[in-house]
Every structure is written in structure tokens, then in C-alpha cells.
């Protein structure tokens, strides 16, 4: 955030063998119930060259046609106004997008948002509202979050 300056990200799977990697203190979210649900995929974001400190955290499940965004949280050094990093959230859902890709699924993600958060997805993660909370990215909105956030 104070300098302006990009990193390169890597995102990968978060297996229960490695649960010790996450700080409790630094979620808001019980990730270990996350990790343990077999539905359920969880991926960490790091920077390359910092691969122990993980900046955030997002939870999907396969539903045959799209994907299901369960949680998605950035670190606590990563929130508010004292953030150190920006772009945390929705380079993980451009990462659940292109997991959706691979899967056949055209880059479908689904996910409900807490009601105040809504415009705030309409406008960073190009989401549309479909009623009450349940908001999806379709197509299109994928693959610009996914040019967003990497490089091929």
C-alpha cells in the first residue's frame, strides 16, 4: 500500500497436515472447520518470495456446474485502513474463476455477501446481484478479474 509496488503471488492448497501455518490470532474465520469439511477446497495466497506468510484465504466447493465461494479472508494485517497489501480478495476469486475454468465450469462462482458488501462486489469483483444475498460472477466478469490479477 505505501509503495506502490506489485508482487508475484502464488496460490495453493491448504492441507490440514499444514494447518500449524495459520496464525489463529491473525482470522476472523475458524479455517480449521474449513480445511476438515471434505466439500470443501482451501487456498492460501503468499507472496514468491515469503511463502510462509500467508495473506489470505478462500474456501470453495465443487457443485457439478459452478463453484460455491464459501469464505473468503485476508489476513489481519491486510484489512481496514492499516493494510499493508491491496488486491488480497480478489485475486483469490480470480483464482476460484480460473479453478471454475478448469473444471468446464465457463468461470461460474457463486457466493453470498453480507448485505453491505454487495455494491462493494458489483464494483471490485464485477459480481452481479441475484437476490437477496447469493450474488455470482459469470463469464465474462471472470475473465477480467483473471486478466486483473495474472499474467497468462
Given at each position: 500500500v505505501?509503495?506502490?509496488e506489485v508482487f508475484d503471488t502464488e496460490i495453493s492448497m491448504l492441507q490440514l497436515?499444514?494447518?500449524?501455518?495459520?496464525?489463529?490470532?491473525?482470522?476472523?474465520?475458524?479455517?480449521?472447520a474449513?480445511?476438515?469439511?471434505?466439500?470443501?477446497?482451501?487456498?492460501?495466497?503468499t507472496i514468491?518470495?515469503?511463502p510462509e506468510i500467508?495473506?489470505?484465504?478462500?474456501?470453495?466447493?465443487?457443485k457439478t456446474d459452478h463453484y460455491f465461494m464459501h469464505l473468503i479472508e485476508s489476513a489481519e494485517f491486510n484489512k481496514k485502513n492499516n493494510k499493508m497489501y491491496l488486491g488480497v480478495p480478489g485475486n483469490l476469486v480470480a483464482y476460484a474463476c480460473k479453478v471454475s475454468f478448469e473444471k468446464g465450469y465457463a468461470g461460474f462462482i457463486a457466493f453470498d455477501a453480507k448485505s453491505s458488501l454487495i455494491k462493494h462486489y458489483k464494483e471490485t469483483l464485477y459480481a452481479t446481484h441475484f437476490r437477496g444475498l447469493r450474488m455470482f460472477i459469470?463469464?465474462?466478469a471472470a475473465l477480467?478479474?483473471?486478466?486483473?490479477?495474472?499474467?497468462?
Open positions: 505505501n509503495t506502490g497436515e499444514n494447518i500449524e501455518e495459520i496464525v489463529v490470532s491473525d482470522w476472523q474465520f475458524d479455517w480449521t474449513e480445511i476438515n469439511d471434505k466439500t470443501k477446497c482451501v487456498y492460501k495466497l514468491v518470495n515469503t500467508i495473506h489470505g484465504l478462500i474456501s470453495i466447493e465443487d459469470e463469464t465474462k477480467r478479474l483473471i486478466s486483473k490479477y495474472f499474467k497468462s
